[in-house]
């Protein structure tokens, strides 16, 4: 059974940086699709970032430039690196995990963790 625990949400202000983290267990997928998903309140999840097995990565237009995906495969983790961060970035952070598919950032996702908060005030 695939187990994703995230870690390393927080506060920050405007313009600041964060780095959240996701341990990853019990999957065995050859090729994959990663992903860090993130919800506002009163809004819906949306997917923020993925990577899949063969490394490559793609950004919703809110964090190009500003986010980065990446995994590290010694300790089984997907990390997402947050930098230039603005209020609307508040969100609780999710990482989620599939088999592959060519487009991972639109792919329905059936594994996920349980959420991280980050916190961006102005």
């Known amino acids: 059974q695939i187990q994703l625990v995230e870690s390393g949400g927080g506060s920050v202000q405007a313009g600041g940086s964060l780095r959240v983290s996701c341990a990853a267990s019990?999957?065995?997928?050859?090729?994959?699709?990663l992903a860090w998903f993130r919800q506002a309140p009163g809004k819906e999840r949306e997917a923020v970032a993925t990577?899949?097995?063969?490394?490559?990565?793609s950004y919703d237009e809110s964090v190009k430039g500003r986010f980065t995906i990446s995994t590290d495969n010694n300790k089984n983790t997907l990390d997402l690196q947050m930098n230039s961060l603005k209020p609307e970035d508040t969100a609780v952070y999710y990482c989620?995990?599939?088999?592959?598919?060519?487009?991972?950032?639109?792919?329905?996702?059936?594994?996920w963790g349980q959420g991280t908060q980050v916190t961006v005030s102005s």
């Open positions: 019990g999957y065995s997928y050859r090729t994959y699709c």
């Open positions: 990577i899949d097995s063969d490394g490559r990565t």
């Open positions: 989620a995990a599939d088999t592959y598919v060519r487009w991972c950032l639109l792919r329905q996702y059936t594994n």
